[in-house]
């Protein structure tokens, strides 16, 4: 009996030697949570006159001035941007109650900054209008000398007298990232509704603009500590270095993984979606190491919500890891002033020693898993066997 017993306690002991220090993985896992921002093109338009040297507002009262024959009258259309860097136009219609010989025209406008130019319909600004700033479109209106008082039977005649007239500014703002005005061209910001759409803003009040100042971006890194068998980042957010984006934008960058282990860890990576927004499916991610694609497709990743392999690392090396943001050209405005959140998980797994050669007499060598469970089920069989044989 107690033979047997030995027997059976043997084979669960080299059981338990196979399941121990051959295929026991050490894992650590870390996250960090990126966060994008688009941008938005707002601009104000304001009207002002001028007294005595200084713009004041222009006025209800101002509207309804009578105005004589000659009559030179302070009109100022002033522009501003509210948001993004961008490129600025203007549209001027003249309107009048009654049809006359000699109406007001574009000529009886004057005061146009030089940075203005005329192409087709619009006066297009050359420069670009940085957040902030403001720009005058003209100063002044002529009314025509020509504009006489005649009379009828009745007295005064009601045809340059009594006659209104209305000017309209109307303003448009394109971003001046991702675009190349070409001002020797009728047409510098391109063909509408093929190289660019003009939509109304929607984010007219109520949010805050904020300068983006550009900075060399800081070292992004994923380190496998070995000593503390944690994973560590180096930022909690890898798109720091990245602006609010705009229609066209492609941004790039770039992290390391490293391995400051004793043994080789390979290196997993995955994608976690905060929160659903329309946003996501939009703007468009590609990773790779090196040449290897490890996914090309949108920003909430849905293929990558499970871990893919990025690397496997020696002791002491590193591997970069780029990745590129693409945001369609065709984005409009729904878009504007949207933020998301993406997470990106991490994960090193030590990759297990190579299974040393069994000796003659060593009672302590590796077996792998499926040689244990034979061997003990072997034995098992074996000691059954022998108890059948005794009559006893």
């Not at 509207?63 to 259309?77: A, D, F, L, N």
């Not at 219609?93 to 004057?110: A, H, Q, T, W, Y």
């Not at 927004?277 to 939009?282: F, N, Y």
């Not at 000796?359 to 469970?373: H, N, Q, Y």
Request: charged share 30%; aromatic share 10%; net charge negative.
């Amino acid at each position: 009996m107690k033979h047997k017993k030995l027997w059976i306690a043997a084979g669960i002991a080299v059981l338990a030697l196979a399941g121990t220090g051959i295929w026991a993985l050490a894992a650590a896992e870390t996250s960090v949570t990126n966060n994008l921002s688009t941008s938005v093109v707002d601009i104000g338009l304001e009207n002002y006159k001028s007294v005595d040297g200084k713009e004041v507002p222009f006025t209800e009262e101002d509207k309804k001035v009578m105005v004589m024959p000659g009559m030179r009258i302070s009109q100022i259309p002033r522009l501003t941007n509210k948001a993004e860097d961008c490129y600025v136009r203007a549209g001027i219609s003249i309107d009048g109650k009654k049809e006359v010989e000699r109406p007001l025209s574009l000529g009886d406008i004057s005061g146009f900054e030089e940075t203005w130019v005329k192409k087709g319909e619009y006066y297009y600004h050359k420069d670009i209008l940085k957040t902030g700033e403001s720009t005058r479109l003209f100063d002044t209106v002529t009314i025509p000398s020509e504009w006489e008082t005649r009379y009828d039977e009745n007295g005064v005649k009601d045809h340059y007298t009594l006659n209104d007239w209305k000017i309209t500014v109307r303003v448009d703002a394109i971003q001046a990232g991702n675009l190349t005005p070409d001002f020797n061209s009728d047409s510098p910001w391109g063909i509408e509704g093929k190289d660019y759409a003009i939509q109304k803003c929607i984010q007219e009040e109520g949010y805050e603009f904020n300068i983006y100042q550009k900075e060399e971006p800081p070292e992004f890194t994923v380190v496998y500590e070995g000593e503390s068998g944690k994973l560590i980042t180096s930022q909690e957010d890898f798109f720091a270095g990245i602006p609010r984006l705009l229609p066209g934008d492609k941004q790039e960058g770039v992290f390391t993984m490293k391995n400051d282990g004793e043994r080789k860890q390979t290196f997993y990576f995955r994608t976690e979606i905060l929160e659903e927004q329309d946003i996501l499916e939009q703007i468009l991610l590609s990773i790779q190491t090196g040449e290897k694609i490890i996914y090309k497709g949108p920003l909430n990743a849905r293929k990558l919500q499970g871990y893919v392999s990025l690397c496997s690392l020696e002791k002491g090396k590193e591997q970069e890891v780029s990745f590129t943001l693409t945001v369609p050209k065709e984005l409009d405005n729904r878009y504007t002033l949207n933020n998301c959140k993406v997470r990106w998980l991490f994960k090193t797994e030590e990759e297990p020693e190579k299974a040393l050669p069994v000796k003659t007499g060593d009672t302590l060598s590796a077996v792998p898993w499926a040689a244990a469970f034979a061997g003990a089920s072997l034995i098992v069989v074996l000691c059954r066997k022998k108890k059948r044989g005794k009559k006893c």
